[in-house]
């Protein structure tokens, strides 16, 4: 039988994933969905027939015939459905972030942790892109010998009036944050955030460009420009420094032109064309994986890491200081 599955926020990413479940990947299929524009969610699954509205989130998360949920809300209101998917004992795919702060992210672990089962899986999706999986090939096996530094550049083209300062730490950055973490096999010891000169094109109460500086347990640097109204496209850079070489992320397959009098490629606009196969692995390994109730990818504790390493990026916003991350060990549930 199919695994059912209900859909709190029906926006960008949201229509997207239901899409997705529901006409691309095999095993599952939707059946309830919210959001707090209720018209909006009417049309988002008016071609999917037996898929119904429901009023709240806790509404879907309770409905007998959700096996499973899907987060896609606001991230601030993350934390509320991830804790009341595990109160109801039930599977849930929470984009990133997994909360906001990391108090609300250790909160979901302590709520998984006492239920006694793995139930959450982090929308990390980076980690299922093709290119980050090469990248992660060559770094184990050795081809570059011991890595030192990351270069990472993270640019979008614009964003809205309601993105504010710290949504380039826990919103945007959260993606090179868990995805360095996984790369290298290391986690964070500190971090820092200098503010270059402010773009033109950012709403005034935007710092942007920003460069986020962190450092390793095993002495590794990474460096992150964050640039989210970069204008010429959604461009997102990798590039890792070996002791015997240099291993960079693959550009996106693009076809090559020479026409008037220029040689080039497209570069993409979006996130979502970005990493498009990345989301069609990632939820259907999620689809997979819940089907035998096991959980195989990112985890609530990978959520929580992340949030305390953007925790320090965000106090170090405003500190203009090198903020420490408490090194903290793995509990033996999440190994
Ligand atoms: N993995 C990725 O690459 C990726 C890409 C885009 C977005 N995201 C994440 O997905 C989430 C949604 O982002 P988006 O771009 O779709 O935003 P969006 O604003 O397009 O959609 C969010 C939706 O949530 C709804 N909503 C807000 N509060 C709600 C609540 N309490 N209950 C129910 N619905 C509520 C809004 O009305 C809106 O329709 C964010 O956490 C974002 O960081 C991840
Ligand atoms: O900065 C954006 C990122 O580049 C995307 O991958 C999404 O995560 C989106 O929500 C962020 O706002």
Not at 67 to 76: E, H, K, L, P, R
Not at 286 to 312: C, H, L, M, N, Q
Request: charged residues 25%; hydrophobic residues 40%.
């Amino acid at each position: 039988m199919a695994l059912r599955v209900g859909v709190i926020g029906t926006g960008a990413i949201g229509e997207e994933h239901i899409r997705r479940i529901q006409f691309k990947l095999v095993g599952a299929e939707i059946v309830a969905v919210t959001d707090v524009n209720l018209e909006r969610a009417a049309e988002v699954i008016k071609d999917i027939p037996g898929a119904r509205v429901e009023k709240t989130g806790q509404a879907v998360i309770e409905a007998a015939d959700v096996d499973a949920i899907v987060v896609t809300s606001w991230g601030a209101t993350h934390e509320e459905y991830v804790l009341g998917s595990i109160a109801a004992g039930k599977p849930v795919f929470c984009e990133k972030p997994l909360a906001t702060t990391a108090a609300g992210a250790k909160r979901i672990v302590d709520a998984e942790m006492a239920a006694g089962k793995k139930l959450v899986q982090v929308g990390f999706m980076r980690r299922y892109d093709s290119g980050y999986r090469m990248l992660k090939e060559v770094v184990d096996n050795g081809s570059i010998g011991d890595s030192l530094i990351v270069h990472c550049a993270h640019r979008n083209p614009e964003v809205g009036e309601s993105y504010m300062t710290d949504m380039a730490i826990h919103d945007t950055v959260i993606h090179e944050i868990d995805v360095i973490r996984w790369l290298l096999n290391d986690d964070y010891v500190s971090a820092q955030v200098l503010m270059p000169k402010k773009t033109k094109n950012a709403f005034s109460h935007l710092s942007d460009p920003q460069i986020v500086l962190l450092e390793t347990a095993e002495g590794r640097r990474v460096d992150v420009e964050v640039f989210v109204n970069a204008k010429y496209g959604y461009d997102i850079q990798c590039e890792v420094v070996g002791e015997e070489g240099i291993a960079r992320l693959p550009e996106p397959q693009s076809v090559v032109m020479r026409k008037d009098a220029k040689y080039g490629t497209n570069i993409l606009m979006d996130w979502k064309k970005r990493f498009i196969d990345s989301y069609d692995v990632e939820l259907q390994e999620w689809i997979d994986s819940t089907a035998k109730g096991e959980v195989d990818g990112p985890t609530s504790w990978d959520g929580y890491r992340a949030a305390v390493t953007a925790d320090a990026c965000v106090k170090a916003q405003t500190s203009g200081a090198i903020e420490a991350i408490p090194a903290e060990p793995k509990p033996d549930f999440y190994k």
